[in-house]
């Protein structure tokens, strides 16, 4: 340790403009790996929970790039229909989120309602943390209805609290009583950009029953249509489906097979992650590159300090451990650089009051940025190993007597 | 090459550092320009890099310090030996910012090639190069003898 | 009296270069012994004092330091035998400039772990009194004098009390005056603790206070 100090304090940041060299380097292959590691990881999340809602049986609503929406062609009144026929001919999930409205909570975050159905209830299998899971037997007009919140949510709505509130999509008072909390970080991706999530800590979960349905807005009809999903049909459901949208609100959707979901993110996600391993890489390979010669030139201005220390006991073996100890403390300050510029943002979205993006943790970090960290270790280690043992073979070339008269 | 103070190794990793900060400059504005729409992932993946291009690129100019500093700590004793044999400090001062503005040039030509391939306005690359004569100016002050 | 250096080398081969030196050469060193090497430039002067020195185990042949083969001896136990029994004192350029005169001196204590021994500290205050460098521990290199840096560069080499002393033309760019002193101190360890002083010079007169001379010669 003694050792280590002495060649860190009297030798290298002597040179410091090379130390800050190298720091830089190393913080751009960190910040690098950790942005594609984190992307895998995110995708790879988003895939899993994908595929508890592609089964088979199962056709999943995507609306054509091709089709207009017609607003003249969509009223209220025909998608009321539509959802009618839906009810009478299908089992459906339904999921529809990002209706933002105005609660009083102690972050003073807005809050997000999101709108499930019994089917999509049941297969997103949502984790609660205290209280019970919604039930779906209510009337609208009449009872209370259940609801569960968001972690951000509990202090403010604990299990038995009741809130008042306006609903933004059938624009009536409704009563709701606070039937259980969230998960921290429950999220749920983006069905065709499984990397994007929408975290639900400040969000409010209302079951919808066909009373619901019915007395909601278009809103609610429209944004839920988009991701509607038809549990335990076929093809030619499907089919009859597509084309009764097509002919009542004039809107093209295509319903895909299991098989058809897994050929597309297959190609589309493997794809993806293909091209972004590869720029990494390639990035990474051109950081490395500069790195090792940073080091190489770092070596050229100090091969007399290290000869002479090798002259009067130094050996080679205790020169690697010192390397070694080097990049150990280098890739703890990058380390520590990448944390703090992670932590910057999520913490960011706490300031920028991102109800939907904002995350419990250490400094808002989540699982899966930790995970990341893990993975830019595991590359400064082996970026450690390459750049140290060139700098010892490279050391070991050059004869001490040759480097103590430098 | 005979008073200058660069070998043609120096030259070439002046050229190669420069030509990777153009290039990645470059490379920003690029894909910036590119339809990534087809690949969500993709376009969160890139968008979260270009985000902070400016920094980036502005980090990877460092190199070029790490690259004066060096070049001109490994040069002490060639000042020192230039001088006894009748050279003069601003002589030499002179002909190292000269030599640097060549190499910085010559690499800004040749990174034009990569502009052209890409398309993008050869205006892109001007604010790297006010940059590096700032470097190279500054780093004048570093030539001294051993 | 047994040797404690006994080399047996088969030659010594440059590869990049494309030549050898030091073809089928002998040599014994008894313990306190004073022996100059000699001889034109590039017949191996220096190499030689680099393999006595445990600087360089690229040879064909055998060396053995007290009674041990070099070859068979670790990189670690090399430098510990570097750092307490072999003190080398090399041209006055071989100091690290950014350390001051004082931390270049106590060096070598920094690998033996004893920088804090009470012993050690009057160890060092004893030699730089002798040597005269107490004036000059808190400056840098740089800032000294030729003759002041050659004696901070013999106050390293005697710092841990070596048995063998290996000087490389220790007096190649000192005044006379400076010259004589250096000697002196290095002539005053071999009396006052047998040390053995082994100097590589082109300097007849400094070889010439050796007990004993070996002029290398180039092979043909």
């Known amino acids: 340790m003694r050792i280590l100090r002495f060649f860190i304090t009297r030798i290298f940041l002597k040179r410091w403009i090379l130390v800050l060299g190298m720091i830089i380097l190393l913080f751009l292959a960190n910040y690098l790996s950790f942005t594609a590691a984190r992307s895998i990881i995110s995708t790879f999340q988003g895939f899993q929970q994908i595929e508890t809602l592609n089964q088979d049986g199962t056709f999943i609503a995507n609306l054509d790039p091709d089709s207009k929406a017609e607003d003249e062609t969509v009223n209220i009144d025909k998608t009321r229909k539509l959802y009618e026929y839906l009810h009478n001919n299908y089992t459906y999930a339904l999921q529809a989120d990002g209706f933002v409205t105005s609660l009083d909570n102690e972050h003073k975050m807005e809050v997000t309602f999101n709108y499930i159905n019994e089917e999509a209830y049941k297969i997103n299998q949502l984790r609660l943390s205290q209280g019970n899971h919604l039930n779906f037997i209510y009337q609208l007009n009449k009872d209370q209805i259940p609801v569960l919140v968001g972690a951000g949510l509990a202090k403010t709505y604990p299990v038995g609290s009741t809130i008042e509130i306006k609903d933004p999509v059938t624009q009536q008072l409704v009563n709701l009583n606070v039937q259980g909390v969230l998960k921290k970080n429950t999220y749920r991706s983006n069905f065709y950009a499984p990397n994007s999530k929408n975290y639900f800590n400040f969000s409010i979960f209302l079951p919808v029953n066909e009373e619901f349905i019915q007395s909601a807005g278009l809103d609610l009809h429209v944004n839920g249509l988009m991701d509607i999903a038809l549990l335990d049909s076929n093809e030619e459901e499907a089919m009859n489906l597509k084309e009764y949208i097509q002919e009542n609100l004039g809107m093209k959707f295509n319903f895909f097979t299991q098989q058809e979901n897994v050929d597309y993110f297959e190609e589309y996600y493997i794809y993806s992650l293909k091209i972004i391993c590869t720029i990494t890489l390639l990035l990474l390979l051109i950081i490395v590159c500069l790195a090792i010669w940073n080091n190489l030139i770092s070596i050229r201005l100090m091969i007399k300090d290290f000869t002479i220390n090798l002259v009067v006991g130094l050996s080679y073996s205790k020169l690697r451990a010192i390397f070694y100890g080097y990049f150990g403390l280098l890739i703890s300050i990058t380390l520590a650089l990448l944390f703090a510029l992670i932590a910057f943002n999520r913490y960011g979205f706490w300031l920028g009051k991102a109800n939907l993006l904002a995350t419990y943790g250490i400094f808002g970090l989540i699982s899966m940025d930790w995970i990341a960290l893990l993975i830019v270790l595991f590359i400064d280690l082996i970026i450690a190993f390459t750049i140290v043992e060139l700098t010892i073979k490279k050391i070991k070339r050059i004869p001490i007597s040759v480097g103590v008269l430098n | 090459m005979k008073y200058s103070l660069f070998r043609f190794k120096d030259v070439f990793e002046a050229i190669a550092i420069y030509l990777i900060c153009f290039a990645s400059n470059l490379l920003f504005i690029y894909v910036q320009t590119v339809n990534l729409e087809v690949s969500f992932i993709l376009e969160s993946f890139i968008e979260s890099i270009t985000e902070y291009q400016l920094i980036i690129t502005i980090l990877l100019t460092f190199m070029i310090i790490v690259f004066h500093y060096q070049f001109l700590n490994r040069r002490k004793t060639e000042i020192s030996c230039r001088i006894l044999v009748g050279d003069t400090m601003l002589k030499i001062i002179i002909r190292y910012i000269l030599n640097s503005l060549a190499v910085l040039g010559f690499s800004f030509l040749l990174s034009l090639s990569l502009n052209f391939y890409l398309d993008v306005n050869v205006t892109s690359n001007f604010y790297l190069v006010f940059i590096f004569m700032l470097y190279i100016l500054s780093s004048a002050g570093l030539v001294k003898k051993e | ?220």
């Open chain 3, 1 to 220: 009296m047994t040797s404690i250096i006994k080399l047996d080398i088969r030659k010594k081969t440059f590869k990049k270069k494309g030549f050898s030196i030091l073809h089928d050469f002998e040599l014994e060193v008894e313990p306190g012994e004073r022996l100059s090497i000699i001889g034109e430039s590039g017949v191996g002067k220096t190499s030689l004092l680099n393999i006595m020195g445990l600087l360089d185990t690229h040879y064909q042949g055998c060396y053995k330091l007290f009674g041990s083969s070099v070859k068979d001896l670790s990189q670690n136990k090399l430098a510990e035998w570097r750092n307490k029994k072999i003190g080398f004192v090399l041209q006055e350029s071989a100091l690290i400039n950014s350390l001051t005169i004082e931390d270049n001196i106590k060096l070598p204590l920094l690998y033996a772990n004893n920088e804090k021994d009470r012993a050690v500290q009057d160890h060092f205050k004893r030699i730089i009194y002798k040597i005269g460098i107490e004036p000059i521990l808190k400056k840098k290199p740089l800032e000294c004098s030729g003759g002041q840096r050659s004696r901070a560069v013999f106050a390293r080499a005697v710092m841990m009390n070596p048995q063998i002393i290996l000087s490389d033309e220790p007096t190649a760019s000192l005044d006379s005056k400076n010259k004589e002193n250096i000697i002196n101190l290095l002539f005053d360890m071999n009396k006052e603790f047998n040390t053995t002083v082994i100097t590589v010079t082109h300097d007849l007169d400094l070889a010439n206070r050796h007990e004993r001379i070996i002029t290398l010669e180039r092979n043909e």
